[in-house]
């Protein structure tokens, strides 16, 4: 990540949307900072005058939530370097962000499909089919540490400061017998309408799209409205996808597209309250790329985990020309929504050289079209 985005990618861990749906991890966040420390380790001093920076965050569960219990022990670490955070909790992500963007917050933590709007080479890490894999994941987000990135972060006055997974997006269909992109064609899928783009991407692939916000969009697949659903693991159980399910329906066991939170602040604001903003930045990215790497190892053991629990016979393994189908679908789709100016090229380039370095022989990789 760059080095002034790894300073809050902590957060990240927190982020609302539907993670609060997702099992609490093994262990708090404060035994891990136990050693984090001003003047240790290489660590930053304490700043000498106090900087408040108030937070927009998304819990679906709000103060209650789990993950919202998380931001407050990262507050908790922040006041060691003099940083008090005030957290403005919403269970209505919408109204998170508009307040985020009417000024009412310093910073906010929401899903990328909003943030999107802030910043469009970071909003655009969840592109349809770039990141196949967890492992995908993982070398992009290492790759994001290229400091020659971090200008595309930047889009006055607002600045990406860190993302973070939050678990592969899958097509539940109704019946294992809408197994290709054929049969797929025409049938009506529900996805989330936080970011328009979610409905284009489905309807670029021949199905009838309908948005919806988070706490409704599984409804109408359970209900038998729709035909089929697009959303991660984590909803199974408190959404009760099974019913939706039922004994003939499946998952596609390759992902549409991966979920990503991001936390993002307004440049603008924060300079008004203190004159070495990126000073401060930077010493956040020195504090949290401590255990980083352990924080990113646990999330995606707790998403495997979730998804380990959807019972086997949903899971739908394609035959071979039938992903080959699907896996280009979900390309030519990638290509028309980055012409339409949906998705950021370079984003796309980044996205396709880290597919290449996992699969070099893929028959992309020996493509210049994207």
């Known amino acids: ?22 099992p609490a991890q093994s262990a708090d966040l404060l035994p891990l900072a136990k050693d984090i420390k001003p003047n240790t380790n290489n660590l930053p001093p304490a700043f000498v005058k106090p900087l408040k ?66 910043n469009k080479f970071m909003g655009s890490v969840n592109a349809i089919g770039g990141a196949p894999t967890y492992e995908h994941m993982r ?34 269909v109704r019946d294992q ?14 996805v989330m309408d936080s970011d328009p783009s979610e409905v284009v991407m489905m309807q670029t692939m021949g199905l009838q799209a309908t948005g919806a916000s988070i706490a409704n969009f599984v409804r109408p697949f359970n209900s038998g409205e729709v035909d089929a659903l697009v959303a991660p693991a984590m909803v199974y159980a408190p959404y009760e996808v099974q019913r939706g399910l039922g004994d003939k329906g499946g998952i596609y066991r390759t992902p549409v597209t991966q979920m990503v939170a991001s936390l993002i602040i307004n440049r603008e604001s924060l300079k008004k309250k203190t004159t070495d903003l990126d000073s401060r930045v930077a010493a956040f990215h020195a504090i949290t790329a401590e255990f980083l790497d352990q924080l990113l190892d646990r999330n995606l053991v707790t998403i495997e985990r979730t998804e380990k629990e959807i019972p086997k016979k949903y899971w739908m393994t394609l035959e071979p020309e039938n992903e080959k189908k699907f896996q280009e679908a979900l390309r030519t789709t990638r290509m028309q929504m980055t012409k339409d100016g949906v998705y950021d090229a370079r984003m ?23």
């Not at 919202?68 to 919403?90: E, S």
Request: net charge positive.
């Open 1 to 22: 990540m760059f080095p002034s985005l790894k300073k809050l990618t902590i957060s990240l861990c927190q982020v609302g949307l539907l993670l609060s749906c997702m």
């Open 53 to 118: 920076v108030s937070v927009c965050f998304f819990d679906i569960q709000g103060s209650s939530g789990e993950f919202y219990g998380r931001a407050k022990d990262i507050g908790l670490i922040a006041q060691r370097w003099n940083i008090k955070t005030d957290f403005k909790v919403f269970t209505d992500e919408a109204l998170a962000t508009e307040s985020f963007k009417a000024g009412k917050c310093d910073a906010a933590v929401i899903t990328t499909l909003r943030a999107r709007q802030f």
């Open 139 to 172: 070398v992009l987000l290492k790759s994001l540490f290229d400091a020659k990135l971090e200008k595309f972060a930047i889009t006055e006055p607002y600045q990406v400061v860190g993302v973070f997974p939050v678990g592969a997006e899958y097509l539940h």
């Open 177 to 190: 017998a809408m197994n290709s992109v054929e049969a797929l064609a025409g049938k009506k899928v529900s």
């Open 348 to 370: 796309m380039k980044l996205l396709k050289k880290v597919r290449c370095k996992i699969e070099p022989t893929a028959a992309e990789c020996a493509l210049t079209d994207e």
